[in-house]
């Protein structure tokens, strides 16, 4: 499955995005998505996923209460609805597709399929 991820962008702190996840492949709606982000020089970290029925989400504690994932299947998206963002999560933010339902949606190790990530900046 092919992903694109798009939406980021500059905004103030406290400002919000919605970033998108698209597909064009007719399989998307089986795989479970989940968000990513990286920093320069930091390692790849969690931020959001979500079952591939859109019947349960995950999120990082650091996140919760201020982002809500969500998905269309219908319209092979999945969406990233980004509130009272802090100039510390300014990264590349990437989705990714994992094939099994049953394994971590915490740990990018899980997911086979990454879109080329979109850059968020936070300006303080």
């Known amino acids: 499955v092919q992903l694109q991820a798009s939406g980021g962008g500059l905004v103030q702190a406290g400002g919000s995005l919605r970033l998108s996840c698209a597909s064009s492949?007719?399989?998307?709606?089986?795989?479970?998505i989940g968000w990513f982000r990286q920093a320069p020089g930091q390692e790849r970290e969690f931020v959001a996923a979500i079952t591939w029925s859109g019947g349960s989400t995950y999120y990082a504690d650091s996140v919760k209460g201020r982002f809500t994932i969500s998905r269309d299947n219908a319209k092979n998206t999945v969406y990233l609805q980004m509130n009272s963002l802090k100039p510390e999560e300014t990264a590349l933010y990437y989705c990714?597709?994992?094939?099994?339902?049953?394994?971590?949606?915490?740990?990018?190790?899980?997911?086979?399929?990454w879109g080329q990530g979109t850059q968020v900046t936070v300006s303080s």
């Open positions: 990714a597709a994992k094939p099994h339902s049953y394994t971590t949606y915490f740990r990018p190790e899980a997911y086979d399929f």
């Open positions: 492949g007719r399989s998307f709606s089986n795989y479970p």
